[in-house]
């Protein structure tokens, strides 16, 4: 596939005058072609055709909206070994990690289709007419959920497929029935258009209007600023970093009409050593923290950028465990020369702690955008004393907090900010002290784990990617997952509407066959 470098406004694909190109993170050069960098007209005018392209497409039926999602699927898998070259080339990721990640949007993807066939997230509801009920009769009402309108989605530096152009967020909110203009990421525009050429070749194939998919990339915060601020964008995904999300939020909440932003920001992902589980494994504990620590280079928005113990000398080994580890990991090609400069001030701002400990360091770089992995340990004293210890620090860095004991130890968790996860690392004599625990990190993080590890998430019916603030900007949603589809509908309540007016999900029919509560109980 030859990359031309446009901007997809619709199925028109344009040129511009100003450009950039991609940057392979691991050799520092340039990638041809140049990529036009899009502009705020780009922008108004790809949120001007999705306003008209929403009407008719929140109006397609489950199956073909069902159909679309799959298609896109298809397309993509069509792209075949290209698009895992050029997102190589752009990102400095390896060959599995990227299929994997492939077939993590192909199958959110269809997922989603699953999702609409079945009807549950239209939440239909009827209460029946009670004209003889006194004092006062019940009008007949019945509710729905429709799409909020159209949607802009930032693409992600770290995951160039799955929470990109056709990640979860554009799946999601194409599943509710949202045209989706995305904002890609500049550190992998190619990957970014040969994937945005799938969706259009999808959006053409279902008949849709064109309007119902866009693509603008480029490096300006005019631009992102110009989406979000659009009058007919009507929602924000993001993920990224604390101080973008929150830019983003600023303007939306800014608007003469504010809208929500979906932004999943930042967490340092606590894990808990619990004394039981230390006692039987602590040198395995360590060893498998350091796995997944330098995962991907550490840049996982679920990386164990904490750890949280209770003095012992089983602490020790683990410690003595993780330093060993941690000191023979290769270090690894970070996604941009900008992140990988971000990640060696964090570490030398950590280092830099007084009280604080280097546990290990890993191997050291030989080449450019090498992230060197490296554990630290202090005391909650410390910490509990310096706030900055609490933020996160992009790559394959964590901190070990020792504790005195129990009340040190949930003094710590109470201070904690919100976190996407939580993990525990325990056996059953361990019960009492988890039970404390859990209801605390119930406040403080999205999931909690027992004896995993954080990094990797499952796209589930059951799986919730966010969090209190500052994890995401709205505790009530999640990013991965089918309850994703939630954060772009909102309900419509229908009053003694004509039965030949009512949408399909609400006829007295069912033409949809849907699953509806119907005064109060469940049919169909």
Known sequence: MALTGEVFIGQSRERGAETFQAVNPATGQKLEPAFTSATAEHAARAAELAWAAFDTYRDTSPEQRAAFLESIAEEILAIGDELIERAMSETGLPRPRLEGERGRTVGQLRLFAQVVRQGDWLDARIDPAMPERTPLPRSDLRL?????????????????????????????????????????????????????????????????????????????????????????????????????????????????????????????????????????????????????????????????????ALESPDLDRFVQAAGEAVGQASPAVMLTPGIHQAYVKGLERLAAVPGIQEVGRGLEPNGPHLGQAAVFSVSAEVFLADKTLSEENFGASSVIIRCRDVEELMKVTEELEGQLTATLHMSDADHEDARKLVRVLERKAGRILVNGWPTGVEVSHAMVHGGPYPATSDSRFTSVGTLAIRRFLRPVSYQDLPAALLPEALKPENPLGLRRLVNGAWEG
């Open 144 to 308: 729905r959920q429709i799409a909020v309108g159209p949607v802009a989605v930032f693409g992600a530096s770290n995951f160039p497929l799955a929470f990109s152009v056709a990640g979860g967020d554009t799946a999601s909110a194409l599943a509710a029935g949202c045209p989706v203009v995305v904002k890609g990421h500049p550190a992998h525009p190619g990957t970014s258009e040969m994937v945005g050429r799938a969706i259009q070749a999808a959006v053409a194939k279902a008949g849709l209007p064109e309007g119902v998919f866009s693509l603008v990339t480029g490096h300006s915060h005019e631009l992102g600023g110009a989406l979000v601020t659009h009058p007919h964008i009507k929602s924000v995904g993001f993920t990224g970093s604390r101080g973008g999300g929150l830019a983003l939020v600023k303007l939306a909440a800014a608007r003469p009409e504010p809208i929500p932003v979906f932004a999943e920001m930042s967490s340092i992902n606590p894990v808990y050593l619990m004394r039981g589980a230390l006692a039987e494994k602590a040198e395995d504990l360590g060893r498998a923290f350091v796995g997944s620590l330098t995962m991907g280079a550490g840049q996982f928005c679920t990386n164990p950028g904490l750890v949280v």
